[in-house]
Nanobody, 114 residues
Framework: QVQLVESGGGLVQAGESLRLACATSGSPFSAYEWAWYRRTPETKREFVARITSGGYSYYTDSVKGRFSISRDDAKNTLYLQMNNLKPEDAAIYYC????????WGQGTLVSVSS
């Protein structure tokens, strides 16, 4: 059974950093692309960043230069380093495989105070 467990969220001030982690199990992690998404009460779940099996990364424009996605295939874990956080980055962050599984983890809440 595949599990996605996000962690690392918290409350920070604008300009500070957080590192999110997504621990996966039951999935052939290394063979797939993986991505981070986020959702707020006002928005649908939106794409944030993705990383290919070869380590190439892509970002939505609003986080380019501030966020960095990485993966540790030995640990079946996906990461998102978030620097210079802004209030508009506040959301619940989720990870998923590409193509997405038809379920999501519980997410991890990121709150950013101005």
């Amino acid at each position: 059974q595949v599990q996605l467990v996000e962690s690392g969220g918290g409350l920070v001030q604008a300009g500070e950093s957080l590192r999110l982690a997504c621990a996966t199990s039951g999935s052939p992690f290394s063979a797939y692309e993986w991505a981070w998404y986020r959702r707020t009460p006002e928005t649908k779940r939106e794409f944030v960043a993705r990383i290919t099996s070869g380590g190439y990364s892509y970002y939505t424009d609003s986080v380019k230069g501030r966020f960095s996605i990485s993966r540790d295939d030995a640990k079946n874990t996906l990461y998102l380093q978030m620097n210079n956080l802004k209030p508009e980055d506040a959301a619940i962050y989720y990870c998923n495989r590409i193509p997405n599984y038809n379920f999501w983890g519980q997410g991890t809440l990121v709150s950013v105070s101005s």
